[in-house]
């Protein structure tokens, strides 16, 4: 049964590289991605991988790694790399806080820059963020630059492809799209966003 079950299991889902729990940013502490726990086997099932960035941002864990432990090179089967952005430390808001403007920036090229060498059956990369990133922020504008080096379709998220039109121009489009009446206001949308963000399959560690 367990032959027949986990390349359904393990293809089904899309699973986040790595944890963004607050325990797992104590880098007093030494943890363990759930994508280096797993056996070569379950990894060469998983077509579907999220890469959340922004928790962490003024000093990412020590796990926060693309080396030969995460076990990246068994994932012979991965076809979607999804992107999610929840700021960009290199706004001036961040400054005084974040260690450099571009010390982030740098931190996830390095980081999408390795995923993408060590797993070439990647076909799509897919960036979204909330609407504090826009759409020309240094961060942003890293990640679409390694995409395109490695030749990969970039794909625009949900809220990607809405973000500067439903909550400025009130665009009814996207709030179809988002599920939420055409009627609602932007709170309303704000938590139609939260669930949508919710409903999707993650197995989070």
Not at 121 to 130: F, T
Request: aromatic share 10%; with cysteine.
């Amino acid at each position: 049964m367990h032959e027949e079950a986990y390349p359904v299991f393990f293809g089904g889902h899309t699973f986040r590289l790595f944890p963004v729990y607050y325990e797992y940013l104590d880098d007093r502490k030494d943890k363990i991605p759930i994508l280096a726990q797993l056996s070569p086997r379950h990894r060469s099932a998983i077509t579907s991988l999220e890469l959340r960035l922004g928790p962490g941002w003024g000093n990412p864990p020590r796990c926060w790694n693309v080396n030969r432990k995460m076990g990246l090179r068994d994932c012979i089967s991965l076809r979607d790399l999804k992107i999610f952005m929840e700021c960009d430390p290199s706004q001036p808001v961040f400054q005084g806080f974040s260690i450099s403007p571009t010390f982030y920036t740098d931190f996830c090229g390095n980081l999408l820059e390795g995923i993408l060498e060590q797993v070439p059956s990647i076909e799509h990369v897919e960036i979204d963020a909330w609407e504090s990133v826009t759409r020309d922020s240094p961060l942003l504008k890293e990640l679409l630059g390694q995409a395109e080096d490695a030749e990969k379709k970039i794909i625009w998220g949900p809220l990607t492809r809405c973000n500067g039109e439903f909550l400025v121009n009130n665009n009814d489009s996207c709030k179809e799209a988002l599920g939420a009446d055409v009627t609602a206001s932007e709170f309303e949308l704000s938590l139609a966003i939260q669930r949508m963000d919710l409903d999707v399959p993650y197995i989070v560690v």
